[in-house]
Structures are given as structure tokens and as C-alpha cells.
């Protein structure tokens, strides 16, 4: 009896390997080690429309995941994560209302993904390195309160 096998994108380039030569993947997708760069945010009724600098990333790193954690609900205010490009290249705007709970942010499109095209926060293309901005939208944010972002990434070069 025959099996079915559906293999994600790292494990079919290495089943593709078919002459017997050992199959090495992109340190970025495999054996990168994982980082994480924490901000913290003090909360002083930021505009709407506001971009808050959140993390520099190096040029070829593969970002994993983007939490959020508020000590206050924002209301009505939503956050979109991106770079100076794309506002939401990492995450489209939503409401961020739970309170000491953290919340995942980054889109599946970007999850795993290699940064190759990057933008520092003034938006100048950057082949170092890519700063991830925090865009705030719908409402201004609450006048007080903190708000810590994390951005998980895995970095090749460490």
C-alpha cells in the first residue's frame, strides 16, 4: 500500500534529493538561531496615522513572529506592522482590546519568509538591515499605558 506524502517547502527540497550528495537548506530557514527584540512603548495618546519604529532586523533574516502585549485595552485604535514601504507588509491593522494577554500579529505570507527587499524607518532601501514599523490607525492610542512588541526572527549571520 502506497502512502501519500505532502512535505512543506524545506522538507521537498530535501526529499528532491535524489543524488545522494547531503542536501544543506539556507541557514535562515534551518539552524538559524532565533532572536527576539523587545520594545516597549509608553502609551501618550499617539495619532492616528502615527509610525512608531518597533525593531531593526538584519538583511536575510526570516521573521517568525510579532506579539503584542498592552496593560490596557486600546479601544478602538488597531496597529498594522510593516516598514516605511508597506505599512501592513506584516500584519493588516486590527483592534488590539485584551489586556495583559499576547496577541500574535504577523500574517502567514511573511511568517518564515526571507527579508531581501528591506527599508529603514526614514524609507531608503537598506541591504543591512530592515526596521519594522508600527502603524497606528483608526484612533489615536490611549493616553496612558505601556504596550511591549516583540519581534521573533531568526538571523543567518549569528
Known sequence: MAIAIQAGTNMAMVLANTGG???TLPNQLVGAKPHIWTERITLASQASGVNIPVARIPYGSALLDIVVTGSVSLGTSTLAFGDMNAVARFSAAVVNTAVDTATHK???ASAGALLTTCYDYLG???TAYE???MT???AALPASGTLVVSIWYQDPGV
Do not use: G, K, P, R
Open 124 to 126: 531608503v532601501a537598506s
Open 21 to 23: 550528495n547531503l542536501q
Open 131 to 133: 526596521d519594522v514599523i
Open 106 to 108: 504577523l500574517n502567514s
Open 136 to 138: 497606528v490607525a483608526a
